[in-house]
């Protein structure tokens, strides 16, 4: 990452430094706004981040493989995937020329 922030711990350092905050503290509000999204997540239900983006559960359908070694077919089960679609203004940030 250019800033040297694509981590865990390094975010916990930014939060700490912009806010003012000790590492600790920072990484409580880390801890809590992940552990939001995922029980949110675990009920089946949303998580729209104005300006940022929307976090959701999706499906995956029941598939069958082959595994590129041997060639054999192999059943892969349906189950439930965490999604994130960011918002136009994310993208829009993100697609602007420096």
Do not use: C, H, Y
Not at 45 to 57: A, H, I, K, N
Not at 59 to 71: D, E, H, I, L, W
């Amino acid at each position: 990452m250019p800033n040297g922030w694509g981590n865990r711990a390094g975010l916990i350092k930014k939060i700490a430094k912009d806010v003012d905050l000790s590492k600790r503290q920072a990484s409580k509000v880390l801890d809590s706004l992940f552990g939001g999204i995922e029980g949110e997540l675990k009920k089946g239900g949303r998580v729209t981040l104005v300006g940022f983006g929307t976090f959701s559960v999706g499906s995956r359908k029941a598939r069958t493989v082959r595994n590129p070694q041997t060639g054999a077919p192999v059943k892969i089960p349906a189950k439930k995937v965490a999604k994130f679609s960011p918002s136009a203004d994310l993208k829009s940030a993100i697609s602007k020329k420096k």
